[in-house]
Protein backbone atom coordinates (compact mmCIF):
# COMPACT_ATOMS: atom_id res chain seq x y z
CA UNK A 1 0.00 0.00 0.00
CA UNK A 2 1.16 3.29 -1.08
CA UNK A 3 1.18 5.79 2.18
CA UNK A 4 1.43 8.85 0.13
CA UNK A 5 0.47 8.91 -3.35
CA UNK A 6 0.97 11.73 -6.18
CA UNK A 7 -0.67 11.52 -9.72
CA UNK A 8 0.65 12.37 -12.07
CA UNK A 9 3.86 11.28 -12.25
CA UNK A 10 5.13 13.18 -14.87
CA UNK A 11 3.46 16.40 -16.07
CA UNK A 12 4.75 18.08 -19.81
CA UNK A 13 2.95 21.34 -20.44
CA UNK A 14 3.36 24.68 -22.36
CA UNK A 15 4.26 27.95 -20.92
CA UNK A 16 1.22 30.04 -19.93
CA UNK A 17 -1.21 26.67 -18.74
CA UNK A 18 -3.44 25.86 -15.66
CA UNK A 19 -2.17 22.41 -13.77
CA UNK A 20 -2.80 20.65 -10.94
CA UNK A 21 -1.19 18.40 -9.13
CA UNK A 22 -3.14 15.67 -6.45
CA UNK A 23 -1.87 14.37 -3.61
CA UNK A 24 -3.27 11.45 -0.87
CA UNK A 25 -2.34 9.45 2.39
CA UNK A 26 -3.51 6.75 3.94
CA UNK A 27 -1.43 7.38 7.61
CA UNK A 28 -4.27 8.58 8.95
CA UNK A 29 -1.86 12.19 9.55
CA UNK A 30 -3.02 15.29 10.33
CA UNK A 31 -0.17 18.00 8.52
CA UNK A 32 0.58 17.54 4.48
CA UNK A 33 3.66 19.35 2.73
CA UNK A 34 4.08 20.66 -0.49
CA UNK A 35 8.01 21.07 -1.32
CA UNK A 36 9.59 21.67 -4.39
CA UNK A 37 13.06 20.24 -5.52
CA UNK A 38 14.92 21.92 -8.33
CA UNK A 39 17.70 20.63 -10.87
CA UNK A 40 20.42 20.87 -7.94
CA UNK A 41 18.19 18.53 -5.62
CA UNK A 42 17.40 21.29 -3.61
CA UNK A 43 14.08 20.50 -1.29
CA UNK A 44 12.29 23.78 -0.02
CA UNK A 45 8.92 23.79 1.75
CA UNK A 46 5.86 25.68 0.16
CA UNK A 47 3.36 25.46 2.13
CA UNK A 48 1.73 22.80 4.97
CA UNK A 49 -1.82 22.26 5.76
CA UNK A 50 -2.74 21.18 9.50
CA UNK A 51 -5.92 19.29 9.27
CA UNK A 52 -7.27 21.67 5.88
CA UNK A 53 -5.92 24.67 7.51
CA UNK A 54 -3.06 26.08 5.88
CA UNK A 55 -0.18 26.73 8.31
CA UNK A 56 3.03 27.47 6.72
CA UNK A 57 3.05 29.83 3.14
CA UNK A 58 6.57 30.40 2.14
CA UNK A 59 6.79 33.27 0.31
CA UNK A 60 5.50 31.39 -2.95
CA UNK A 61 4.23 33.26 -5.70
CA UNK A 62 0.51 33.40 -5.52
CA UNK A 63 0.08 31.42 -8.98
CA UNK A 64 0.53 28.21 -6.88
CA UNK A 65 -2.58 27.67 -4.90
CA UNK A 66 -2.70 24.80 -2.55
CA UNK A 67 -5.92 23.12 -1.64
CA UNK A 68 -6.78 20.57 0.91
CA UNK A 69 -10.68 19.14 0.81
CA UNK A 70 -9.81 16.58 3.34
CA UNK A 71 -6.95 16.34 5.93
CA UNK A 72 -5.99 12.99 3.49
CA UNK A 73 -5.95 15.03 0.75
CA UNK A 74 -3.89 18.18 -0.65
CA UNK A 75 -3.66 19.57 -4.05
CA UNK A 76 -1.79 22.09 -5.87
CA UNK A 77 -2.98 24.00 -8.18
CA UNK A 78 -0.89 26.57 -10.69
CA UNK A 79 -2.11 29.05 -13.14
CA UNK A 80 0.07 30.77 -15.61
CA UNK A 81 2.99 27.99 -15.39
CA UNK A 82 6.18 29.30 -16.45
CA UNK A 83 10.08 27.85 -17.24
CA UNK A 84 11.19 28.07 -13.47
CA UNK A 85 8.38 26.35 -12.26
CA UNK A 86 10.13 23.34 -14.16
CA UNK A 87 10.82 21.24 -11.12
CA UNK A 88 9.90 18.15 -9.04
CA UNK A 89 7.10 18.63 -6.69
CA UNK A 90 7.04 16.39 -3.65
CA UNK A 91 3.92 15.94 -1.29
CA UNK A 92 4.80 15.28 2.49
CA UNK A 93 2.56 14.35 5.59
CA UNK A 94 3.25 14.29 8.89
CA UNK A 95 1.17 12.98 12.36
CA UNK A 96 1.73 17.14 13.70
CA UNK A 97 2.58 17.49 17.01
CA UNK A 98 -0.54 18.93 19.35
CA UNK A 99 2.19 19.99 22.43
CA UNK A 100 5.13 18.57 23.10
CA UNK A 101 8.35 18.29 21.35
CA UNK A 102 9.15 15.27 18.58
CA UNK A 103 10.46 14.24 15.69
CA UNK A 104 6.81 14.87 13.20
CA UNK A 105 8.40 12.44 10.33
CA UNK A 106 7.33 13.31 7.13
CA UNK A 107 6.73 10.47 5.00
CA UNK A 108 7.46 11.60 1.12
CA UNK A 109 5.37 10.62 -2.00
CA UNK A 110 7.01 9.65 -4.76
CA UNK A 111 7.20 13.24 -6.94
CA UNK A 112 5.57 14.84 -9.50
CA UNK A 113 8.25 16.09 -12.32
CA UNK A 114 7.05 19.24 -13.92
CA UNK A 115 8.64 20.30 -16.99
CA UNK A 116 7.36 23.90 -18.51
CA UNK A 117 8.11 23.99 -22.19
CA UNK B 1 24.00 32.48 3.50
CA UNK B 2 21.87 29.31 3.54
CA UNK B 3 20.64 28.19 7.36
CA UNK B 4 22.09 24.70 6.52
CA UNK B 5 25.03 23.96 3.73
CA UNK B 6 25.80 20.64 3.11
CA UNK B 7 28.69 19.26 1.39
CA UNK B 8 27.77 19.20 -2.15
CA UNK B 9 29.52 16.25 -3.45
CA UNK B 10 29.28 14.38 -5.28
CA UNK B 11 31.30 11.35 -3.74
CA UNK B 12 32.24 8.08 -5.56
CA UNK B 13 34.35 5.36 -3.26
CA UNK B 14 34.49 1.83 -3.73
CA UNK B 15 32.29 -0.57 -1.98
CA UNK B 16 33.56 -1.33 1.36
CA UNK B 17 34.85 2.24 1.84
CA UNK B 18 34.09 4.37 5.21
CA UNK B 19 32.03 7.68 3.71
CA UNK B 20 31.57 10.39 5.80
CA UNK B 21 28.82 13.67 4.93
CA UNK B 22 28.64 16.81 6.42
CA UNK B 23 26.45 19.65 7.25
CA UNK B 24 26.47 22.68 8.99
CA UNK B 25 23.89 24.88 10.36
CA UNK B 26 23.55 28.57 11.37
CA UNK B 27 20.41 28.86 13.51
CA UNK B 28 20.80 27.58 17.08
CA UNK B 29 16.86 27.10 17.26
CA UNK B 30 16.73 23.87 15.13
CA UNK B 31 15.77 20.61 17.73
CA UNK B 32 15.79 17.98 15.42
CA UNK B 33 18.66 17.09 12.95
CA UNK B 34 18.03 14.11 10.21
CA UNK B 35 19.46 12.48 7.29
CA UNK B 36 17.13 11.56 4.53
CA UNK B 37 18.10 9.11 1.64
CA UNK B 38 16.78 10.04 -1.75
CA UNK B 39 17.12 6.92 -4.64
CA UNK B 40 17.17 8.19 -8.27
CA UNK B 41 13.44 9.51 -9.38
CA UNK B 42 11.84 8.69 -5.61
CA UNK B 43 10.74 10.88 -2.50
CA UNK B 44 13.33 11.11 0.18
CA UNK B 45 13.47 8.67 3.04
CA UNK B 46 13.80 9.52 6.26
CA UNK B 47 17.24 7.49 7.37
CA UNK B 48 18.10 8.75 10.93
CA UNK B 49 17.38 11.44 13.23
CA UNK B 50 18.95 12.85 16.54
CA UNK B 51 18.21 15.11 19.19
CA UNK B 52 21.12 15.78 20.79
CA UNK B 53 25.11 16.52 20.91
CA UNK B 54 26.93 13.09 20.67
CA UNK B 55 26.72 9.91 18.74
CA UNK B 56 23.57 7.37 17.21
CA UNK B 57 24.40 4.55 15.63
CA UNK B 58 22.12 2.17 13.38
CA UNK B 59 23.72 -1.13 11.98
CA UNK B 60 26.20 0.31 9.63
CA UNK B 61 25.18 4.14 9.77
CA UNK B 62 25.83 6.82 12.55
CA UNK B 63 24.51 10.24 13.12
CA UNK B 64 26.71 12.74 14.85
CA UNK B 65 26.01 15.97 16.16
CA UNK B 66 27.69 18.54 17.50
CA UNK B 67 25.83 21.43 18.55
CA UNK B 68 28.20 23.75 20.39
CA UNK B 69 29.90 23.79 16.21
CA UNK B 70 26.44 23.78 14.95
CA UNK B 71 27.87 20.47 12.68
CA UNK B 72 26.37 17.21 11.74
CA UNK B 73 27.75 14.35 10.16
CA UNK B 74 26.59 10.57 8.78
CA UNK B 75 28.80 7.97 8.63
CA UNK B 76 28.14 4.94 6.49
CA UNK B 77 31.01 1.36 7.12
CA UNK B 78 31.29 -1.10 5.06
CA UNK B 79 29.48 1.07 2.16
CA UNK B 80 27.42 -0.81 -0.41
CA UNK B 81 26.24 -0.42 -3.60
CA UNK B 82 22.67 -0.05 -2.70
CA UNK B 83 23.51 3.31 -0.50
CA UNK B 84 24.16 4.91 -3.94
CA UNK B 85 21.58 7.80 -3.20
CA UNK B 86 21.41 11.21 -2.60
CA UNK B 87 21.48 11.97 0.90
CA UNK B 88 19.91 15.13 2.44
CA UNK B 89 20.59 16.54 5.96
CA UNK B 90 17.72 18.25 7.71
CA UNK B 91 16.87 20.24 10.67
CA UNK B 92 13.59 20.87 12.13
CA UNK B 93 12.41 23.81 13.47
CA UNK B 94 10.13 23.41 16.06
CA UNK B 95 7.03 25.58 16.16
CA UNK B 96 3.95 23.59 17.51
CA UNK B 97 1.64 23.30 14.45
CA UNK B 98 4.60 25.07 12.16
CA UNK B 99 7.39 22.67 12.64
CA UNK B 100 9.24 23.37 9.54
CA UNK B 101 12.23 21.23 7.48
CA UNK B 102 14.94 23.00 6.43
CA UNK B 103 17.16 20.69 3.93
CA UNK B 104 20.48 21.18 2.71
CA UNK B 105 21.39 21.04 -0.75
CA UNK B 106 22.35 17.08 -0.60
CA UNK B 107 25.17 15.08 -1.44
CA UNK B 108 25.38 12.57 -3.98
CA UNK B 109 27.29 9.20 -3.30
CA UNK B 110 28.22 7.05 -5.35
CA UNK B 111 29.57 3.30 -4.58
CA UNK B 112 31.01 1.39 -6.93
CA UNK B 113 31.19 -2.60 -7.22
Known amino acids: DTAVSQTPKYLVTQMGNDKSIKCEQN?????MYWYKQDSKKFLKIMFSYNNKELIINETVPNRFSPKSPDKAHLNLHINSLELGDSAVYFC????????????????FGPGTRLTVL | QKEVEQDPGPLSVPEGAIVSLNCTYS??????FMWYRQYSRKGPELLMYTYSSGNKEDGRFTAQVDKSSKYISLFIRDSQPSDSATYLCAMLLYGGATNKLIFGTGTLLAVQP
Open chain 2, 27 to 32: NSAFQY
Open chain 1, 27 to 31: LGHDT
Open chain 1, 92 to 107: ASSQGVSGGLSTDTQY
